[in-house]
């Protein structure tokens, strides 16, 4: 077995397969993420610079335009208000998804019968797709023949009902509540963990002191809770700044453009107008949003470890 | 255990009352699918007669694209557990100098909007002939998949002893052989965790539905569901049936590995 016997006369040699071998198990998975995250990075950026554009696909031919892709962009009125709305649309979202996932979380750290199967059963908004929940709450709000409407007439709060959807403030109210709806089971699944690592016993020694609920949860909860939730809210941040399938299936982006985001503005940019440069440039725009608070999240991140 | 029952009942009860109120909408949208086809949109609070002809047209119309949203689903927790799982052990387990680098990159994985990729995807497929493909739509779904469950099964793999390891090594397996009749049964449970994700990552998809189909042949149920309701207001009971059709995973995993989902939502967020 002479490849047996050479790595051992080779030191060197050996451990350098062993590298290599070693290595061997990340290639496949690291070769995918540059291939689906790299590249599209990349093709983005070149993009927004090209005007690529449907004909681009039959003469192949996608002129560099310098920065005109992005100076259209920035100069619509479409671009300020999407980006208004993104930011009402995330901060409405993480506000409600926070606070009632928060008032969720605590109510959990009761003891009672059951607490275990509703916890679970809580998960359930969350794991639907998200197609299945806009097209309920589309359903459930129709002004005309929506139960929520309905409702609102049965119990007389209401006698012409509110237009959810049909009304331009609204709807991105309307959207806003529905996602904040489909973001509570993983706020109260993180949250809850994050109580549930608190020493009871800090618990007992506030009891003991002398402090009522109110003062426990502000000496003891929330300091400790604090690096779990700065990682909720960034987490939060990052994933809801790219929201499209609710906006999509719920609105549309309309009434005239009320919910329109720059996700789905870019979504609509590239896939309905054929404009995949301008389309390449919005998304750009979101990604700096998102890098900037990917850096807050690395270092939320590590002030948590370090905790 | 015995004394907690008998003071916690008020609260059981306030914990029903709550839920019903979130898992309202799911109640909903059972109850109009079993409705009529013609009265659908006045249907009662209760489906006193349920009426099974919603889910009929459902099945006629959209029941291969379940299928669809099925073979994918499978294809990408197949694809996703295949790269990560051994990524996950060596970044875990072997001390290599550009570990730190590769967790970056999945990190910012997380942060890129997939539009971008869909975007950039999109043109690329076109050139190599996987719009409208099974293939394309498993490796475009798997950007969910892998990175989460690198992060998962990475998480999980640091806590195997490294004695374990290296008694397998000493007693002559080799380093593939160690990896798969040690490591990966080991981390059966994180395993199951990464794939049920996974699988309702791919199941959910709805952006690259959109965007990398444009014919009929290759569609998702959630692309399927999103032209119902442009195409089939009059018909609620039918497109009430298919979100109900197109909810049973979820239902489904949640029933039996519930123990899973809670762990793969937090472990997955917070390491």
């Given at each position: 077995?002479?490849?047996?016997?050479?790595?051992?006369?080779?030191?060197?040699?050996?451990?350098?397969?062993?590298?290599?071998?070693?290595?061997?198990?990340?290639?496949?998975?690291?070769?995918?993420?540059?291939?689906?995250?790299?590249?599209?990075?990349?093709?983005?950026?070149?993009?927004?610079?090209?005007?690529?554009?449907?004909?681009?696909?039959?003469?192949?031919?996608?002129?560099?335009?310098?920065?005109?892709?992005?100076?259209?962009?920035?100069?619509?009125?479409?671009?300020?208000?999407?980006?208004?709305?993104?930011?009402?649309?995330?901060?409405?979202?993480?506000?409600?998804?926070?606070?009632?996932?928060?008032?969720?979380?605590?109510?959990?750290?009761?003891?009672?019968?059951?607490?275990?199967?509703?916890?679970?059963?809580?998960?359930?908004?969350?794991?639907?797709?998200?197609?299945?929940?806009?097209?309920?709450?589309?359903?459930?709000?129709?002004?005309?023949?929506?139960?929520?409407?309905?409702?609102?007439?049965?119990?007389?709060?209401?006698?012409?009902?509110?237009?959810?959807?049909?009304?331009?403030?609204?709807?991105?109210?309307?959207?806003?509540?529905?996602?904040?709806?489909?973001?509570?089971?993983?706020?109260?699944?993180?949250l809850y963990g994050g109580l549930q690592d608190i020493p009871?016993?800090?618990?007992?020694?506030?009891?003991?002191?002398?402090?009522?609920?109110?003062?426990?949860?502000?000496?003891?909860?929330?300091?400790?809770?604090?690096?779990?939730?700065?990682?909720?809210?960034?987490?939060?941040?990052?994933?809801?700044?790219?929201?499209?399938?609710?906006?999509?299936?719920?609105?549309?982006?309309?009434?005239?453009?009320?919910?329109?985001?720059?996700?789905?503005?870019?979504?609509?940019?590239?896939?309905?107008?054929?404009?995949?440069?301008?389309?390449?440039?919005?998304?750009?725009?979101?990604?700096?949003?998102?890098?900037?608070?990917?850096?807050?999240?690395?270092?939320?991140?590590?002030?948590?470890?370090?905790? | 255990?015995?004394?907690?029952?008998?003071?916690?009942?008020?609260?059981?009860i306030v914990g029903i009352a709550l839920l019903a109120l979130?898992?309202?909408?799911?109640?909903?949208?059972?109850?109009?699918?079993?409705?009529?086809?013609?009265?659908?949109?006045?249907?009662?609070?209760?489906?006193?007669?349920?009426?099974?002809?919603?889910?009929?047209?459902?099945?006629?119309?959209?029941?291969?694209?379940?299928?669809?949203?099925?073979?994918?689903?499978?294809?990408?927790?197949?694809?996703?557990?295949?790269?990560?799982?051994?990524?996950?052990?060596?970044?875990?387990?072997f001390r290599l100098r550009g570990t730190n680098l590769v967790?970056?990159?999945?990190?910012?994985?997380?942060?890129?909007?997939?539009?971008?990729?869909?975007?950039?995807?999109?043109?690329?497929?076109?050139?190599?002939?996987?719009?409208?493909?099974?293939?394309?739509?498993?490796?475009?779904?798997?950007?969910?998949?892998?990175?989460?469950?690198?992060?998962?099964?990475?998480?999980?793999?640091?806590?195997?002893?490294?004695?374990?390891?290296?008694?397998?090594?000493?007693?002559?397996?080799?380093?593939?052989?160690?990896?798969?009749?040690?490591?990966?049964?080991?981390?059966?449970?994180?395993?199951?965790?990464?794939?049920?994700?996974?699988?309702?990552?791919?199941?959910?998809?709805?952006?690259?539905?959109?965007?990398?189909?444009?014919?009929?042949?290759?569609?998702?149920?959630?692309?399927?569901?999103?032209?119902?309701?442009?195409?089939?207001?009059?018909?609620?009971?039918?497109?009430?049936?298919?979100?109900?059709?197109?909810?049973?995973?979820?239902?489904?995993?949640?029933?039996?590995?519930?123990?899973?989902?809670?762990?793969?939502?937090?472990?997955?967020?917070?390491?």
């Open positions: 077995m002479p490849s047996r016997s050479r790595p051992v006369t080779d030191p060197a040699r050996a451990r350098c397969w062993e590298r290599l071998a070693q290595w061997m198990y990340i290639v496949p998975a690291a070769a995918y993420l540059l291939l689906f995250f790299g590249y599209p990075i990349a093709k983005n950026i070149v993009m927004s610079f090209q005007q690529y554009t449907i004909t681009t696909f039959y003469t192949g031919a996608a002129p560099f335009v310098g920065l005109q892709n992005y100076s259209k962009i920035l100069a619509s009125d479409l671009f300020s208000k999407a980006l208004l709305t993104t930011v009402l649309f995330t901060a409405g979202s993480i506000v409600g998804q926070f606070a009632l996932g928060l008032a969720f979380a605590l109510f959990f750290q009761r003891r009672f019968p059951l607490n275990g199967v509703l916890r679970s059963l809580l998960l359930l908004p969350w794991l639907l797709p998200l197609v299945v929940s806009g097209t309920a709450w589309r359903w459930m709000l129709d002004p005309d023949t929506g139960v929520v409407n309905a409702a609102l007439r049965a119990l007389r709060l209401s006698s012409s009902g509110i237009p959810w959807l049909t009304g331009t403030s609204q709807a991105l109210v309307s959207v806003i509540l529905i996602n904040i709806w489909v973001g509570i089971p993983f706020n109260t699944a993180i009871r016993h800090l618990y007992e020694a506030a009891k003991l002191d002398g402090a009522g609920p109110l003062a426990s949860f502000r000496h003891v909860t929330w300091p400790l809770l604090r690096p779990v939730v700065s990682v909720v809210l960034v987490l939060g941040v990052v994933y809801t700044v790219k929201v499209l399938d609710i906006i999509l299936v719920v609105t549309g982006g309309g009434p005239a453009g009320a919910t329109e985001t720059l996700a789905t503005q870019s979504y609509e940019l590239s896939f309905q107008q054929f404009e995949f440069g301008r389309g390449a440039a919005m998304s750009n725009v979101l990604i700096v949003i998102s890098l900037a608070f990917a850096i807050v999240y690395l270092r939320a991140n590590r002030r948590a470890r370090n905790v | 255990m015995k004394r907690a029952p008998a003071r916690g009942w008020p609260s059981t979130m898992l309202f909408p799911v109640y909903w949208i059972v109850n109009a699918s079993l409705q009529p086809a013609g009265n659908t949109l006045r249907g009662g609070w209760f489906p006193f007669h349920p009426d099974l002809s919603g889910y009929l047209t459902a099945l006629r119309d959209q029941g291969g694209n379940l299928v669809t949203s099925l073979v994918v689903a499978l294809g990408s927790v197949a694809l996703s557990l295949g790269l990560a799982a051994p990524a996950a052990y060596a970044l875990a387990q967790l970056f990159g999945i990190l910012v994985t997380q942060m890129v909007p997939g539009i971008v990729v869909a975007n950039a995807l999109y043109s690329a497929y076109t050139d190599l002939g996987l719009l409208n493909s099974y293939l394309g739509l498993i490796l475009a779904d798997s950007t969910a998949g892998v990175p989460f469950a690198i992060i998962i099964l990475r998480s999980f793999m640091r806590s195997i002893p490294r004695e374990v390891i290296e008694a397998a090594h000493v007693d002559g397996a080799g380093r593939l052989r160690v990896f798969r009749s040690v490591v990966l049964p080991v981390s059966r449970n994180a395993l199951i965790t990464a794939a049920v994700f996974t699988f309702l990552f791919t199941w959910s998809d709805f952006l690259f539905a959109l965007t990398l189909t444009t014919t009929q042949t290759v569609r998702p149920i959630t692309l399927g569901i999103y032209q119902y309701i442009g195409a089939h207001t009059n018909q609620w009971n039918a497109v009430m049936a298919t979100t109900v059709l197109a909810s049973v995973p979820a239902a489904l995993l949640l029933v039996v590995a519930q123990r899973h989902l809670a762990a793969g939502a937090t472990s997955g967020a917070v390491k």
